[in-house]
């Protein structure tokens, strides 16, 4: 898959794409809620990141208009990520500021009150995210990460 100053892409489609940027694994939402399949597609991709690194950072981008997951598939998602909660600086990116990005904000507090032990921000913006990402991770190139998040989209856009 096409590489973005340094980003491969693991699989992507017009509403979805996971890409890994050194100890960073970049998930995108567009348009579509996730699923608990989904999550079952991203763990191994994780996993894998968590062998490599002693700690790894996850940005989970969703772009304006994505509705949120159902309350069954926060909990999974929850049970999922706790025990990488050691090593895992998570940040949850909502653009936008209609009604979706409001429900998702909600969401994204109801999913933080369940990890209490992980290191987890929410952000209005794939720049704000990668700049609270760069704090917990030694190293990261915040301008870097956020042009890679920002060429996957167009990337993922441009997918039928």
Known sequence: MPASKGARV?????????????????RMMDGRATTIEDYRRLMPVLEVAM?????????????SGTPPATPEVRRHAAQLFEPLAAR?????????????SKLMRNSAQSV???LRNSSFD???????G??????????????????????LHVHMRSLS
């Open 112 to 114: 933080k009150s369940i």
């Open 130 to 151: 990668a700049r609270m990402l760069a704090l917990d991770l030694v190293g990261i190139d915040p301008e870097l990460l956020a042009s890679q998040c920002e060429e």
């Open 10 to 26: 693991e699989y992507a489609s017009r509403n979805e794409l996971v890409a890994v940027a050194g100890p960073v694994v970049i």
């Open 122 to 128: 929410v952000a209005r913006s794939i720049d704000e």
């Open 51 to 63: 062998e490599q690194d002693p700690a790894v950072g996850f940005l989970h981008v969703f772009h």
């Open 88 to 100: 895992l600086a998570s940040v949850m990116i909502l653009t936008g500021d209609g009604l979706s």
